[in-house]
């Protein structure tokens, strides 16, 4: 064979590749879509954190790798975690309303009643209320 054909070849396998690679991202966004609401890499979600939250285990406009959560998967105190919660916008005008906000912060209490207490490292208090398992959606595995 010569070169033309050899690198047609090789252009054809990387473009099949490639495609493959394309249809299987996918399918798997669609898939951890409709089953856990968030769309992930076979469970896996690069996260930005654009606060000082978490100083010092993760510094401003960082990105984090976030676990999406399955019904077997523990948490613990120490963990650091991604929750939902609603946050109500323009309060006390006409044009009030809410929207759903992700923060990643750490768990530092489980309360015998499941609920999570929740801080970030460098806030003061503890977020309220407490949290429930059904909120919790990532639980961070990589850090910078």
Not at 80 to 107: D, M, N, P, W
Not at 122 to 135: I, L, T
Request: with cysteine; proline share 4%.
């Amino acid at each position: 064979m010569n070169l033309f054909v050899k690198t047609n070849m090789f252009v054809f396998f990387l473009k099949t590749v490639l495609i493959l690679f394309m249809v299987i991202t996918m399918i798997s966004l669609a898939v951890t879509k409709m089953t856990t609401g968030h769309a992930t890499f076979f469970g896996i979600k690069p996260i930005f954190v654009p606060t000082a939250s978490m100083i010092p285990a993760i510094t401003p406009f960082s990105i984090v790798i976030g676990k999406a959560l399955t019904a077997e998967d523990e948490l613990n105190v120490g963990d650091i975690v991604v929750y939902e919660k609603e946050q109500v916008l323009f309060a006390g005008s006409s044009a009030e309303s809410t929207q759903k906000v992700q923060i990643c912060h750490r768990i530092v209490d489980i309360s015998k009643d499941g609920k999570y207490k929740i801080k970030g490292d460098s806030n003061y208090g503890a977020d309220e209320p407490k949290v429930d398992r059904e909120q919790i959606i990532y639980k961070i595995i990589w850090k910078p």
